[in-house]
């Protein structure tokens, strides 16, 4: 592994625009988006992927990947993702690294604390929930009703014990009342820190942020609690873009986390916006299939940051596509050309979703041991009779020359041009026709239903002024649809709108569907247990290294 100093050189940063963590590590100081901001942007790759399954797609291995293939054909390309959460890296999924010789490095310290933005904004969130109830231990001077505070206080892990709590029990310890926790990349915060410019939009968001109701229905936000200025405090490193590299040392921003299922699944404006100003490409992410994370990309992103998106990649896999088709989990290594072709149908209607926003599409094949050439021929057959190129990726195995088809073919894509980019829906578009429309264009629904609860937040949202903002939807990532075991391509179905919450600092509403979460739980046999184990392992070899 090189100095983060290396892979900055080929942005032309030099150590002076460096905050440095270490050898490995770094933040880009403020100052280098000044000398930089009249720069031309270069172009902005999402990479997007159909329903994720058991067997794994590879988004971000094909995101690192791709920027890796990019350079390798002599483009000068960086990659702009997401900070993993300890949730999952503890929980089922694992890290958010990337894996093979498609990886950002240094990988255990990017999964666990990285430079400790996940922990500022925890804290952030949690000062502010201190507050709301130190002012009501004095007094209640804004009239707060203890029982309308939708504030709630964060921990960035899996814990469902967490999810609905009681706090002030016991004498002198404050208001009783219930409250609960999220996960932080599910914590407004962390989206008003992926969605804000720089450090004086941060603060003036979190001051917009709606922490509960007034006895007479007024809103009350955090800047009434005074609370904005110590938030942006406590916050000022983290609004800075991390800087780490690739496995060969192509420059990778990762910054912000949101998750896609229950948050807008992005990584930030900052970040992007400087690797535009400093890359030909910048290849980015968005979490989840292309319903979710990429729907929430165009909508909610673009239209805060003002990007453009040059292209866009779906990652697909013969696994998933045999899965999406019914076949069962262990039966996915065995040839099922049948079944490909009914799981195509997933596929389709995600290249679908992205050309209703005017963006070229590509389709990355994220190549296992497993699949056959015969299954690989026909998932190229169908995607060209869908009017869409798509290429093989061994990124895993190979590194960036495993990409070189995909980025060569990702070239031509953007070099050829699109009809133009557009949103799906206008801001003034009442907020129930914005659900509406995400249902029957993006899900392939019949339509929305809300429940009495999310009818009244919706008008009341409507009544206090914010009833134009974009939607920020909270459903299942494993379908089309609100239920998680209707695979392939849905038809017909109603998505159930049982709750809505106002996230007025980050500017949209977040519609909640189904049995979604913003609190997860440990699976069964948490991933804790085997790193662990490794963990053990490590220190083991380490003391026998030692001892020779």
Known sequence: MKPITAAAARLGLDEDDLELYGKYKAKVAPEVWDRVKEKRDGKLILVTAMNPTPAGEGKTLTTIGLTQALNHIGLNAAAALREPSLGPCMGMKGGATGSGMAEIVPAEDINLHFTGDMHAITAANNLLAAMIDNHIHYGNALGLNPNKIVWKRAVDMNDRALRQIVIGLGESNGQTREDGFVITVASEIMAILCLSLDLVDLEERLGRMVIGYAYDGRPVTAGELNAAGAMALLLKDAIKPNLVQTIDGCPAFVHGGPFANIAHGCSSVAATRLALKLADYVVTEAG????????????????????????????????????????????????????????????????????????????????????????????????????????????????????????????????????????????????????????????????????????????????????????????????LSDNPKLLGRPEGFTVTIREVRLSAGAGFIVALTGDIMTMPGLPRVATAEKLGEEFHERIRRDLQAVEA
């Open 288 to 479: 989840f299939g292309a319903d979710l994370g990429a729907e929430k990309f165009f909508d909610i992103k673009c239209r805060s940051g003002r990007f453009t998106p040059a292209a866009a990649v779906i990652v697909a896999t013969v696994k998933a596509l045999k899965y999406n088709g019914g076949v069962a989990r262990d039966e996915l290594p065995n040839e099922n050309l049948e079944a490909l072709r009914k799981g195509f149908r997933n596929l389709e209607k995600h290249i679908e979703n992205v050309r209703k926003f005017g963006v070229p599409v590509l389709v990355a094949v994220n190549r296992f041991q497993t699949d056959t050439e015969a299954e690989l021929a026909e998932l190229k057959l169908l995607c060209a009779e869908a009017g869409v190129p798509a290429e093989l990726s061994q990124v895993w195995a190979k590194g960036g020359a495993g990409g070189e088809e995909l980025a060569r073919s990702l070239v031509r894509l953007v070099e050829e041009g699109g009809p133009g980019f557009r949103f799906l829906y206008e801001r003034e578009l009442p907020v129930k026709e914005k659900i509406n429309r995400i249902v029957r264009e993006i899900y392939g629904g019949a339509g929305a239903a809300f429940t009495p609860a999310a009818e009244r937040s919706l008008k009341k949202f409507a009544e206090i002024g914010y009833g134009d903002l974009p939607v920020c939807m909270a459903k299942t990532q494993y379908s």
